[in-house]
């Protein structure tokens, strides 16, 4: 991946992610039955500036964790899976899907820290999944690896009640990999949707469930709400936490036929609707405008900045508008526009 200049040195981190991650290394040394408080009202999200994929993302990755207060001793044994998107990926469009890179540098931190882990996805424009593997360079980068995929789109399944009680479903068919997992690490790339604005880590959860479910696409999930079945999906998964690819972007007609924009940034944290939500103030839109994280914030987290603990760098210096459709129910999200919300 091209660098330019600005973003060749290695990350900086102020005196607070430094004091904070300090706290959280010595939480960790005494050890916890936690791997994170999400009963904690409040929200953390650390965010990074100036990453490579070819860069020191291990080290980033670790610090984003243990700044947003993950309990490292409390993994060892735990099983991880680590939920990238490769939603419909095509060699000369790396925009679309998650890198490689970012997925085999988190499989290393938890790895280190004893915990077992695989990476499953159910693309949900793709039915052969080994497709996707090959065009995102994904499947490659696993062998080189040592980490085992699960393909979710025809793992067998086991039915989960409907926690969020958003949507009229009563429940999800979740792959055995995501349903016995104690963590599922959402790997979204960050982009715009052209329905719903953005797409992040709760949109990415789209692609745990089976194609053998729900086919190709889900339009299953369409026709329940897009918000609804977001915040309902998000609501019923095993315990979660974030890990964005906010490096490589996607601006314009996303999730699939939008252009590049580069940001150089990864964000981490364990409410995923506080992660979205500040990746959507970074990209210019306004989280209270955007409908599924409004249903989910019961679960997943506040949207209220003053509510989000921030770790890292100030999002307010990274905001970089991105561009979206020409389509009133975009235009509204804007920050800077007052308008009614959109699903």
């Known amino acids: 991946m091209s660098e330019s200049s600005e973003h060749a040195s290695p990350h900086k981190f102020d005196r607070r992610t430094l004091l904070t991650a300090g706290i959280a ?3 960790a040394l005494a050890g916890g039955p936690a791997l994170y408080h999400w009963a904690n009202p409040r929200g953390q999200v650390f965010v ?26 409390a993994l060892f044994g735990k099983r991880v899976l680590l939920k990238p998107n490769l939603v419909e990926p095509q060699r000369d469009r790396p925009q679309m899907t998650t890198h490689p890179a970012m997925i085999v540098a988190a499989a290393e931190v938890f790895r280190r820290w004893g915990a077992s882990v695989s990476v499953g996805e159910a693309p949900g424009h793709v039915r052969d999944t080994e497709v996707a593997l090959i065009e995102s360079g994904v499947g490659e980068a696993l062998l080189d690896g040592g980490v085992d995929f699960a393909d979710l789109n025809y793992q067998q399944s086991a039915w989960r009640p409907n926690r969020g009680r958003r949507s009229k479903l ?24 052209h329905w719903v ?3 992040c880590s709760m949109k990415n959860f789209y ?19 897009i918000p609804e079945t977001v915040a309902d999906i998000n609501a019923s998964v095993p315990k979660s936490m974030a890990i964005v690819d906010g490096i490589e972007c996607m601006e314009g007609d996303g999730p699939i036929l939008g252009t590049a ?34 249903l989910a914030t019961r679960n997943m987290g506040p949207l209220d900045d003053s509510m ?12 970089s508008p991105f561009q979206v459709l020409d389509k009133p129910h975009l235009q509204r999200l804007r920050i800077d526009r007052v308008g009614p919300e959109v699903s």
């Open 25 to 27: 290394g010595a939480a």
């Open 48 to 73: 990074a500036r100036n990453q490579r994929y070819d860069g020191s993302l291990v080290q980033t990755i670790q610090d984003g964790i243990l700044a947003t207060g993950m309990q490292p001793k």
């Open 170 to 193: 009563r429940g999800f068919w979740l792959p055995e990999s995501v349903a016995e997992a104690d963590l599922v690490v959402s790997m979204p790339k960050m982009k715009t949707h």
């Open 197 to 199: 604005g953005v797409t």
């Open 207 to 225: 692609g745990v469930l089976p194609g053998i479910k729900y086919g190709w696409p889900k339009n299953v999930l369409h026709h329940n709400g």
């Open 261 to 294: 924009k580069q940001m150089g940034l990864v964000l981490i944290g364990p409410r995923l609707a506080s992660v979205d939500a500040t990746a959507a103030r970074i990209m210019g839109l306004d989280p209270q405008k955007i409908t599924y994280l409004q």
């Open 308 to 319: 989000i603990d921030q770790r890292g760098e100030n999002w307010q210096e990274l905001v």
